[in-house]
């Protein structure tokens, strides 16, 4: 069993990581060359993990040998896209639990990070309510209990919040209590994007980061398709300059 890697974590695609070594080598050094570090698809000096937006096709892959022997951490990214099965959309909480168990049995730290938009998911065990913002169905839900008890490691994606660090911070810790109620072990991700939605700053991905400095044990890294690579790389300039 791949033992779970310690916080802080920054966790990101290997695309992401070398997208911001080649605007700054020197703070993706520091990130990402790193035990605190996973690379989803590989990255020297880092965790190797691998993501899957189909629970499954993860199990089909873990049961076929088509994953390789240096990935330690499995994802599951499910999300209302057509990159997860309808019917693990309509039933994320079983999926989640399915993935784990997978996870689990190959012997992967196991990775899960539930989007906001799968309460919104027609015919879902999970629908929000009418007057609901799918970010307050998330929270009520249960979803991130059920990704933290078939977890080592569970993301809050809040980072349509991120423009509003009370708001972010609200979010990222009842997600964090509840899932750390129904698994005191998990490690808690919240998720900083350059653009959700919206162009981030670097001061706003630095005020949401500081918001849930006490309550996060890591964050997921996003770049929006590529883009905006100097945003993401001048907050990580920041971020290692308050932690060291």
């Known amino acids: ?19 911001i070594a080649a ?25 190797t993990g691998r993501s899957w937006a189909s629970c499954a096709r993860f199990e089909s892959d873990a049961t076929s040998g088509a994953i390789g022997a ?22 994320s909480l079983g999926a989640m639990a399915r993935f784990g168990d997978v996870a689990r049995r190959h012997g992967y730290v196991c990775m899960i990070t539930p989007h906001p938009g799968l309460l919104s998911v027609k015919g879902s065990t999970l629908a929000r309510d009418a007057d609901e913002t799918e970010e307050a169905a998330y929270e009520r839900s249960g979803i991130t209990e059920a990704g933290a008890r078939a977890a080592d490691i569970v993301e809050t994606q809040a980072q349509r919040l ?26 808690v991700l919240s998720g900083l994007s350059t653009s959700p939605g919206f162009p981030a700053t670097p001061q ?11 309550v996060a044990d890591g964050h997921y890294l996003s770049l929006a398709k590529g883009r905006y690579t100097e945003v993401m790389a001048a907050f990580l300039r920041s971020a290692l300059g308050s932690d060291r």
């Open 1 to 19: 069993m791949n033992a779970v890697p310690t916080p802080p974590l920054w966790v990101t695609s290997a695309g992401t990581m070398d997208a």
């Open 70 to 91: 240096d990935v330690r951490v499995a994802m599951y990214d499910p999300e209302r896209w057509r990159h997860t099965p309808a019917e693990e959309q309509r039933d």
């Open 204 to 214: 706003m991905l630095l005020d949401a980061w500081a918001s849930v400095a006490d």
């Open 162 to 187: 991120q423009d509003r660090p009370d708001a972010y911070r609200g979010l990222v810790s009842a997600t964090a209590a509840r899932a750390r109620a129904a698994n005191p072990s998990v490690l």
């Open 23 to 47: 605007v700054d080598p020197e703070v993706a050094a520091g990130a990402f060359v790193s035990d605190h570090a996973i690379a989803l698809g590989g990255r020297p000096g880092a965790i």
